[in-house]
């Protein structure tokens, strides 16, 4: 099985890489897009800014290829919000995969910590990417925005608000936390989409 990990202006590849390694999966970090094309599984990952990654993607035609991608495709925590339509990081239009908007988390009380940052639970869990994972496992975020529940949520966390872990629409998934981070959940749910 071909998993390439598109390559661009945004940090946690090599913990993506190490993470596929201890389930027993190599991977090609690239931004060719004949190797993203001709690959049976596609990850998407991301820590970093919306404008400035939009902005890469684009010089390098990568914005159009990512939507034409009709293999399974994984994006976690800022890949997943560079899916949506719309960041409010930074004014920034997004791929419009999933046409949703992401928000800045808003605190209503002083002790309230954005970004988020640490262990919280993912519930309502939906489709084969969460098979054999138990409601309200733990998952590792990192992230000061955030996407509603709406029409293609598949999983559900708590921070100030009930907000969407995790997003679907045909071929393309997306996490807003960090599956590489997530001990042997996060593992689950990567064997799981290696396997759709």
Same mark, same amino acid.
Request: glycine share 6%; hydrophobic share 35%; charged share 20%.
């Given at each position: 099985?071909?998993? $390439? ?5 945004a940090g946690n590849i090599? %913990? ?8 027993g999966h190599s991977a090609?970090?690239? +931004? +060719?897009?004949?190797?993203? @094309? $001709? ?5 998407? &990952?991301?820590?970093?800014?919306? %404008? !400035? ?17 009709? /293999? &399974? ?7 997943? /919000?560079? #899916? ?6 930074? +004014? !920034? ?7 949703? @908007?992401? @928000? ?5 009380? =002083?002790? $309230?910590?954005? &970004? ?6 993912? *519930?309502?869990?939906?489709?084969? #990417?969460?098979?054999?994972? =138990?409601?309200?496992? =733990? ?6 925005? *955030? ?5 293609? $949520?598949?999983? !559900?966390? +708590? *921070?100030?608000? &009930?907000? %969407?872990?995790? #997003? /679907? ?6 996490? /807003? ?7 042997? !959940? ?11």
């Amino acid at each position: 099985m071909k998993i $390439t990990i598109i390559k661009y202006n945004a940090g946690n590849i090599q %913990s993506v890489l190490y993470a596929l390694e201890r389930i027993g999966h190599s991977a090609l970090v690239t +931004d +060719d897009a004949s190797e993203i @094309k $001709t690959s049976d599984k596609v990850i998407f &990952p991301g820590v970093g800014e919306a %404008s !400035t990654a939009m902005h890469y993607l684009k010089e390098r035609k990568l914005d159009h290829l990512i939507k034409s991608l009709s /293999q &399974p495709v994984l994006g976690i925590c800022l890949g997943m /919000q560079l #899916l949506c339509s719309y960041s409010e990081e930074n +004014d !920034t239009v997004c791929l419009g995969v999933f046409n949703e @908007k992401v @928000k800045i988390f808003k605190a209503e009380k =002083s002790l $309230t910590k954005i &970004p988020q940052i640490g262990w919280n639970n993912i *519930y309502n869990l939906k489709t084969f #990417l969460f098979e054999n994972v =138990s409601e309200n496992s =733990s998952c590792y975020f990192v992230h000061g925005y *955030y996407v509603s529940i709406g029409d293609h $949520t598949i999983a !559900t966390t +708590d *921070y100030i608000q &009930p907000y %969407s872990a995790g #997003l /679907q629409l045909n071929n393309f998934y997306g996490v /807003q936390f960090h599956p590489e981070k997530s001990a042997a !959940t996060g593992e689950q749910i990567l064997k799981n989409f290696l396997s759709i």
